[in-house]
T-cell receptor, first 114, second 115 residues
Framework: DAGVTQSPTHLIKTRGQHVTLRCSPI?????VSWYQQVLGQGPQFIFQ???????GRGNFPDRFSARQFPNYSSELNVNALLLGDSALYLC?????????????FGSGTRLTVV | AQSVTQLGSHVSVSEGALVLLRCNYS??????LFWYVQYPNQGLQLLLK??????LVKGINGFEAEFKKSETSFHLTKPSAHMSDAAEYFC?????????????FGKGTKLSVKP
């Protein structure tokens, strides 16, 4: 079975631009979460979606938004990019919103803002 | 509020030596706890998890961790380090039954293994 897939793997954007990151969860997983990992730090929670509804939001500005589609894939959108948005963006999926299943992470999208 | 503290940002051991990576948590309710490993330029891989069953949890690659409520700790151990264990390790906590299933991660411990 395919794991959590994220695209693109790398991209470079200019300050002020917009970016869309994509995530396909493991087949059968209904929960998708997004995390930002700045170099040298642990991942920080951005959003969780379950059954296409937002179930949680971390402490990130409104420039960050996300959605989940009927096939449970997800997009993370970031507007008005800042240099500080440069990070590894990780997507994680889980069978349900309950935590005891654990989360399976994708390999991430490395975003560089110049 | 929940939090995780990983003591030691960098741990170095010799091949064959004991690996001990420390994690202490803060939580107002009994937590679920996880250890993840991250190899360079890769995502996170789940090593093991504690979800209120047995306090000694065995994971992949010979790792195990023990939940100690009295010490609010969930340290990760492996009896004999292998060169392939060199990576960054993250401890994470979440609140069972919470309205959102977000993980709170520590800052990570980078493990180096010397030949």
């Amino acid at each position: 079975d395919a794991g959590v897939t994220q695209s693109p793997t790398h991209l470079i954007k200019t300050r002020g631009q917009h970016v869309t990151l994509r995530c396909s969860p493991i087949s059968g997983h209904k929960s998708v979460s997004w995390y930002q990992q700045v170099l040298g730090q642990g991942p920080q929670f951005i959003f969780q979606y379950y059954e296409k509804e937002e179930r949680g939001r971390g402490n990130f500005p409104d420039r960050f938004s996300a959605r989940q589609f009927p096939n449970y894939s997800s997009e993370l959108n970031v507007n008005a990019l800042l240099l500080g948005d440069s990070a590894l963006y990780l997507c994680a999926s889980s069978p349900a919103k309950l935590q005891e299943y654990g989360y399976t992470f994708g390999s991430g999208t490395r975003l560089t803002v110049v | 509020a929940q939090s995780v503290t990983q003591l030691g940002s960098h741990v170095s051991v010799s091949e064959g030596a004991l690996v001990l990576l420390r994690c202490n948590y803060s939580s107002s309710v009994p937590p679920y706890l996880f250890w993840y490993v991250q190899y360079p330029n890769q995502g996170l891989q789940l090593l093991l998890k504690y979800t209120s069953a047995a306090t000694l949890v065995k994971g992949i690659n010979g790792f195990e961790a023990e939940f100690k409520k009295s010490e609010t700790s969930f340290h990760l151990t492996k009896p004999s380090a292998h060169m392939s264990d060199a990576a960054e390790y993250f401890c994470a906590v979440t609140r069972p039954g919470g309205s959102q299933g977000n993980l709170i991660f520590g800052k990570g411990t980078k493990l180096s293994v010397k030949p």
